[in-house]
């Protein structure tokens, strides 16, 4: 069942997702070659604290760590590990949760280290910009259907890459996942009606090679079958009868992406 949202709720999801966003910015600005991922996580852990939140992941159905960090052909739920160190060339996707007054919020973002090649360069940007083709027909009267044919249509007919079909977006509010589920790949008019007060998480996982993925031994870490890389972009949005509100914000992210030099931007041509 989905629970439909006030403003007033929306409020809350809105301040969660805004230490989402800071976080991310925050890491953003230390990632470079050498760090490890586990360092990055403590660092994210300290600063969502800091802000009155609680790192949502933590514990989360026996998750070990605040962040998802996952590197290269990671898909997601990457876990962040003492002996796991940046290098140069790495895609680095972070996924982030926070709650805080009783409701959550989430975001993710892909970051480029250093040099990297132009394909990979072209699968974040497509990537990015897929996450926006659905922002843009998440409106009421529309049907869950069209976020992910907008997505998937985009991504694999125009671009060449894979959407991955296993994992999915999500509603979210008092709980981390609630209904509905958010397809990255679907049918144009089918699905629920989407309908004033929805409030959910879109997160493209975009291939550069087949779609096929796989969780690794650790029970967490979901891998690329083929090796290929991936990369992953999540806005938490809200629908109302007067228009979209995009309650996480990327902004800040990607002004530390231009200003930290160990980091190419993803920035898309406004």
Request: hydrophobic share 40%; aromatic share 8%.
């Amino acid at each position: 069942m989905i629970h439909y949202k006030t403003k007033e709720e929306v409020a809350f999801i809105k301040e969660s997702c805004q230490i989402v966003s800071e976080t991310l910015e925050y890491v953003a600005y230390f990632l470079k070659p050498g760090i490890s991922t586990k360092e990055i996580d403590d660092k994210a852990e300290s600063f969502i604290l800091s802000k009155g939140g609680l790192p949502a992941f933590k514990g989360y159905n026996g998750f070990p760590s605040s962040l998802c960090i996952s590197l290269n052909n990671e898909v997601v739920h990457g876990i962040p590990k003492c002996d796991l160190f940046l290098k140069e060339g790495d895609l680095v996707s972070i996924d982030c949760g926070v709650l805080k007054n009783g409701y959550f919020g989430d975001a993710a973002f892909t970051f480029l280290l250093g040099e990297v090649s132009v394909d990979n360069l072209n699968l974040c940007k497509a990537t990015l910009a897929s996450l926006y083709k659905g922002i843009e027909v998440s409106r009421c009267g529309m049907r869950m259907g069209d976020i992910g044919f907008s997505i998937q249509s985009f991504i694999e007919g125009e671009c060449g890459f894979s959407v991955v079909r296993e994992l999915v977006g999500h509603g979210i509010g008092k709980q981390l996942h609630e209904e509905p589920v958010v397809s990255n790949a679907g049918k144009r008019g089918s699905g629920q009606k989407i309908k004033s007060g929805l409030v959910i998480a879109i997160e493209p996982m975009v291939n550069f090679g087949k779609k096929e993925v796989v969780v690794l031994d650790d029970g967490w870490t979901v891998v690329t079958k083929d090796s290929s890389y991936s990369a992953h972009y999540e806005h938490t949005i809200a629908v109302f009868d007067d228009g979209v509100m995009v309650l996480s914000d990327h902004s800040g992210i990607e002004k530390a992406c231009v200003e930290n030099p160990f980091l190419t931007s993803v920035r898309l041509e406004s």
